[in-house]
């Protein structure tokens, strides 16, 4: 059956390749998983373990967790959509994405290893006033995780349902379900470390799957990229830019403020920023990026063939009157290659993306209530011995609940612009926030508190009155109209405005304190006196 074919017959029965063989795979990853994080539960036993893995793992392999914890189902259905139906500004969120691990490698993931221990509230509190600054930086690690976690629940919600057969909400509601009881299952049982294997396999299938299918699809053309190329630009996918943005001057502003959120957001993303803990060294950390971004780099390479190859193979018609549209470029792909065989395993790669990246913000998300929020801000840093992992666990389901009734709610409707918001969040509250607190002496706690507030505030404000929320056919709510702020993305106003509010609420405070400074400037480049760095010896 052609891709053509299986459209129909999927308008037809509401299933996409062969219900049954879905299921299977979807069951062989669950099982295979759940045994890893069986076997890393044993020695789970303190907080260290909990939240950071114990700081056991390699540079290696948290560089390949961090990849399975960065690439999500944005980054395989969705590029690869946007490059089969607009070519080369589709390609653009590759590079942005990738970019951002730059700012990460050289001005973030050492300094900020060597001077926290557990969560990003570790480094900015270190010389501020704590309970104010831990409580600020959690609300912002929350809000960034739950809008993370709504887009990937909603997600994983359309996508079960369509390989499945499952047809109304009410299904697709227990779909959703499903998915945040074994999230939380993952967290629960095997906390960080087992949450890192499950990310190391999601991470080693999906580079396999996109690799498989790349040389697939550049057999159809002798492994001439050049011709590949032009049969997707004949079908539809431009080579040049202005397919998707660049009609207008308000349309190219609002790409430049989406680069900007992806570019400085994933420096501040606090479920990655995480996962710089759970190496043993500085070096390490160093280690992680390198191997994170030669693993990132490489997929969006692989995607650039098979959004192309969607476009040439399947064409961008066929893919925008699929279930799900752009999204389903790539099962399409599958399907056109290798039957229903293929589609079948593509599709259990999206189905593990999710499942490891919702881990993944749970994870961070219930360490950064347990720690700084019960830990540190309530009991004071003197919480009962093994009462702050009990409470983590208690944080993790409570979380998922939110997360489960949220996908709920959302599913069904354009969730796209949560991610934005989390990447713009992320880069607005907490970017300038770190970056202030490891190299302006100067930077004190109403600076901190007025940039994580403010930026949080300014960013969701102008996200609720944005063209993504209303006013636009693709907005989340198409019908009504309250916009007023033309672009889609804040990023562009958002981050500048928290960069400015840190400057200023530090510069109308006296507070400073010299010695602490000098101590978080030893540490944060040397490793000298970093928790971690004790506990590693």
């Given at each position: 059956?052609?891709?053509?074919g299986?459209?129909?017959?999927?308008?037809?029965?509401?299933?996409?390749?062969n219900?049954?063989?879905?299921?299977?795979?979807?069951?062989?990853?669950?099982?295979?998983?759940?045994?890893?994080?069986?076997?890393?539960?044993?020695?789970?036993?303190?907080?260290?373990?909990?939240?950071?893995?114990?700081?056991?793992?390699?540079?290696?392999?948290n560089?390949?967790?961090?990849?399975?914890?960065?690439?999500s189902?944005?980054?395989?259905?969705?590029?690869?959509?946007?490059?089969?139906?607009?070519?080369?500004?589709?390609?653009?969120?590759?590079?942005?994405?990738?970019?951002?691990?730059?700012?990460?490698?050289l001005?973030?993931?050492?300094?900020?290893?060597?001077?926290?221990?557990?969560?990003?509230a570790?480094?900015?509190?270190?010389r501020?006033?704590?309970?104010?600054?831990?409580?600020?930086?959690?609300?912002?690690?929350?809000?960034?995780?739950?809008?993370?976690?709504?887009?990937?629940?909603?997600?994983?919600?359309?996508?079960?349902?369509?390989?499945?057969?499952?047809?109304?909400?009410?299904?697709?509601?227990?779909?959703?379900?499903?998915?945040?009881?074994?999230?939380?299952?993952?967290?629960?049982?095997?906390?960080?470390?087992?949450?890192?294997?499950?990310?190391?396999?999601?991470?080693?299938?999906?580079?396999?799957?996109?690799?498989?299918?790349?040389?697939?699809?550049?057999?159809?053309?002798?492994?001439?990229?050049?011709?590949?190329?032009?049969?997707?630009?004949?079908?539809?996918?431009?080579?040049?830019?202005?397919?998707?943005?660049?009609?207008?001057?308000?349309?190219?502003?609002?790409f430049?403020?989406?680069?900007?959120?992806?570019?400085?957001?994933?420096?501040?993303?606090?479920?990655?920023?995480?996962?710089?803990?759970?190496?043993?060294?500085?070096?390490?950390?160093?280690?992680s990026v390198?191997?994170?971004?030669?693993l990132?780099?490489?997929?969006?390479?692989?995607?650039?063939?098979?959004?192309?190859?969607?476009?040439?193979?399947?064409?961008?018609?066929?893919?925008?009157?699929?279930?799900?549209?752009?999204?389903?470029?790539?099962?399409?792909?599958?399907?056109?290659?290798?039957?229903t065989?293929?589609?079948?395993?593509?599709?259990?790669?999206?189905?593990?993306t999710?499942?490891?990246?919702?881990?993944?913000?749970?994870?961070?998300?219930?360490a950064?209530?347990?720690?700084?929020?019960?830990?540190?801000?309530?009991?004071?840093?003197?919480?009962?011995?093994?009462?702050?992992?009990?409470?983590?666990?208690?944080a993790?389901?409570?979380?998922?609940?939110?997360?489960?009734?949220?996908?709920?709610?959302?599913?069904?409707?354009?969730?796209?612009?949560?991610?934005?918001?989390?990447?713009?969040?992320?880069?607005?509250?907490?970017?300038?926030?770190?970056?202030?607190?490891?190299f302006?002496?100067?930077?004190?706690?109403?600076?901190?508190l007025?940039?994580?507030?403010?930026?949080?505030?300014?960013?969701?404000?102008?996200?609720?009155?944005?063209?993504?929320?209303?006013?636009?056919?693709?907005?989340?709510?198409?019908?009504?109209?309250?916009?007023?702020?033309?672009?889609?993305?804040?990023?562009?106003v958002?981050?500048?405005?928290?960069?400015?509010?840190?400057?200023?609420?530090a510069?109308?405070?006296?507070?400073?304190?010299?010695?602490?400074?000098?101590?978080?400037?030893v540490?944060?480049?040397?490793?000298?006196?970093?928790?971690?760095?004790?506990?590693?010896?």
């Amino acid at each position: 059956m052609s891709a053509p074919g299986l459209l129909l017959a999927a308008e037809s029965s509401g299933t996409v390749g062969n219900r049954y063989l879905n299921i299977a795979i979807f069951g062989a990853f669950v099982v295979v998983t759940l045994a890893f994080v069986l076997r890393a539960s044993r020695s789970n036993r303190s907080a260290a373990d909990m939240y950071t893995g114990g700081g056991a793992f390699s540079g290696r392999q948290n560089g390949i967790a961090i990849s399975g914890d960065y690439l999500s189902a944005a980054s395989f259905l969705g590029i690869a959509g946007a490059i089969a139906l607009f070519g080369y500004d589709g390609f653009l969120y590759s590079i942005g994405f990738l970019v951002a691990w730059l700012v990460a490698l050289l001005l973030v993931a050492e300094l900020l290893r060597n001077t926290g221990r557990f969560t990003m509230a570790d480094v900015l509190a270190f010389r501020m006033r704590e309970r104010p600054v831990r409580t600020a930086a959690a609300t912002s690690t929350l809000v960034v995780s739950f809008f993370y976690l709504l887009a990937q629940m909603a997600g994983a919600g359309g996508l079960v349902a369509l390989l499945l057969d499952i047809n109304g909400k009410g299904g697709q509601a227990v779909v959703i379900a499903l998915v945040g009881v074994l999230m939380i299952a993952y967290v629960l049982i095997g906390g960080m470390k087992g949450t890192t294997y499950v990310q190391i396999i999601k991470a080693a299938l999906l580079i396999a799957g996109a690799a498989l299918m790349t040389v697939w699809v550049l057999s159809e053309y002798s492994f001439s990229l050049s011709e590949l190329l032009g049969r997707g630009a004949e079908a539809g996918a431009a080579l040049e830019s202005g397919a998707q943005y660049g009609a207008t001057e308000t349309s190219k502003i609002d790409f430049l403020s989406l680069g900007l959120a992806l570019v400085l957001g994933t420096a501040g993303l606090p479920h990655i920023l995480m996962r710089f803990y759970t190496v043993p060294t500085a070096r390490e950390a160093r280690r992680s990026v390198v191997w994170a971004i030669a693993l990132i780099g490489l997929f969006y390479l692989l995607t650039l063939v098979l959004g192309y190859g969607a476009a040439a193979l399947v064409g961008p018609d066929t893919i925008r009157a699929a279930p799900g549209a752009a999204n389903s470029a790539a099962p399409l792909l599958a399907f056109e290659l290798g039957g229903t065989v293929l589609l079948g395993i593509i599709s259990a790669v999206a189905f593990a993306t999710i499942l490891a990246v919702v881990a993944g913000l749970t994870i961070t998300a219930s360490a950064s209530f347990a720690h700084d929020i019960y830990a540190q801000v309530l009991k004071r840093g003197e919480p009962e011995p093994g009462k702050e992992v009990r409470v983590a666990r208690l944080a993790a389901v409570v979380i998922g609940a939110v997360a489960i009734a949220g996908g709920i709610a959302a599913n069904g409707q354009n969730v796209a612009f949560l991610v934005a918001l989390a990447f713009a969040v992320a880069a607005s509250a907490n970017l300038p926030t770190i970056l202030y607190s490891l190299f302006w002496k100067g930077f004190n706690t109403r600076g901190c508190l007025w940039s994580i507030y403010g930026g949080l505030a300014i960013t969701i404000t102008l996200i609720a009155f944005s063209p993504a929320v209303s006013g636009d056919p693709t907005a989340m709510f198409p019908d009504s109209d309250w916009s007023w702020f033309p672009l889609k993305n804040p990023g562009i106003v958002s981050i500048p405005a928290s960069f400015l509010l840190g400057w200023l609420g530090a510069k109308t405070s006296k507070e400073h304190d010299a010695a602490k400074y000098a101590e978080m400037e030893v540490r944060s480049l040397t490793g000298a006196g970093s928790t971690n760095e004790v506990a590693a010896h």
